[in-house]
């Protein structure tokens, strides 16, 4: 008798999520340049009944978190780490913004490697179009 391979991690979150009736979670990438049209992009989704989770810190605003470079690399590091967890549990991700930099298209990379659906603000930066 055969039996069917183990559930994955992703699986059984996908099925976790199924069996609690949670929404649709949509995950906003993009350059934090774009934060008003984030913001935007939240209300949208919002709206339209999804959990939405995005960026929690706008690198490109002066802060003191900033002041310290090697502490600026480190805090980047964590918050990338951080933000690919955010892709992982999503169900898709809606990229912002009008240019697509390093960060964003790996973000992108990482999403299509996962299956994840990837929409756009702006059609015509999808780097794989």
Do not use: Q, W
């Not at 391979?5 to 699986?11: A, D, G, K, R, S």
Request: charged content about 30%; hydrophobic content about 40%; proline content about 9%.
């Amino acid at each position: 008798m055969t039996y069917p391979p183990p559930l994955t991690p992703e699986e059984k979150l996908a099925d976790a999520k199924k069996l609690s009736g949670l929404p649709r979670i949509v995950v906003i990438c993009g350059s934090t340049r774009f934060i008003a049209e984030m913001n935007e992009a939240d209300l949208r989704e919002t709206r339209a009944g999804r959990i939405v989770v995005k960026p929690g810190c706008d690198e490109k605003s002066p802060h003191e978190l900033g002041a310290d470079p090697v502490e600026a690399a480190a805090l980047k590091a964590r918050l990338d780490d951080l933000h690919r967890a955010k892709i992982r549990l999503a169900d898709e991700v809606l990229v912002v913004g009008d240019y697509i930099g390093d960060s964003t298209r790996a973000e992108i990379a990482y999403a299509r490697s996962l299956n994840r659906p990837v929409r756009f603000t702006h059609p015509g930066v999808d780097p794989d179009a």
